[in-house]
């Protein structure tokens, strides 16, 4: 009977986690369905509704861009797959940054300086840039040209809650190098979800550092938290709500990318 009790009393945490992380999910589900274009049709016929079910996989994919010949801004979220897209795609980070010195230097000519490819992918000779947490590839000017000479963002998204628990166990993996005060309260994601049910552990003060964390108003858990789908969304649509928005799910990665 105590084994069932607990295992109760954690999903009722479960809960409380997904109701923290709600604003995330919404996000997702405004990346992935809101369309840029009156043409795409939301609500296809036979699919239950994204918002209904919160379950964004269910619909169908790809939908297609509007545009023929996209030119990409790469949104690198952490811990949903981006890094394997740049290994496996590849992303071509060091062709972006010759072909963006080439623009910036000679801007009437920029059609000049794209260089596509046979040995990379369809999608990557799309893409101009890449951005990722600070942007450090990318000097300022460079992410001010990307942003006003691309018309499409490219988001690799997952699912929040997955997408928190990796970030925790990244983060925590990095304790040699960097120590986060986050890791000091908890040593798994089990004892910080049970802290969110008002549960004492190692700190009095621990409860209030895990929601803090969790709702990226602080960067003791590690920087993937603090730069989360709100951060992108600062950073790229609200800023140019005229591109269009196409994403990649980490749980069908190479389908997404065909």
Known sequence: MRVRFRRRKKSANLGKVFHILSGFVCLVLLMVWTPPHEEINVKTPGISHPIDN????QMKWPKPLSITSPAM???HVGKAGGMTLRV????PLA???RELICWLRNESNAANCLTPSSNHSALSNHIRGHMHIASSFFSPDEQDFLMNHTDTFLF???NPIDRVISAFYYHQNQQKKIKYPLYKCFRSMIELIDSLGGKKVNQSDCSQLAHRVLQGNTTAGGAH????YEHYEDETIKKKPNHQVAVIRAEHLWQDAK
């Not at 919160?54 to 996989?57: A, G, I, R, V």
């Not at 938290?225 to 989360?228: D, L, P």
């Open 54 to 57: 919160h379950d964004y996989q």
């Open 225 to 228: 938290f603090a730069y989360n």
């Open 156 to 158: 690799s998204i997952r």
């Open 88 to 91: 496996h795609l590849p992303v």
């Open 73 to 75: 801004y790469f949104i």
């Open 95 to 97: 062709k972006n940054k």
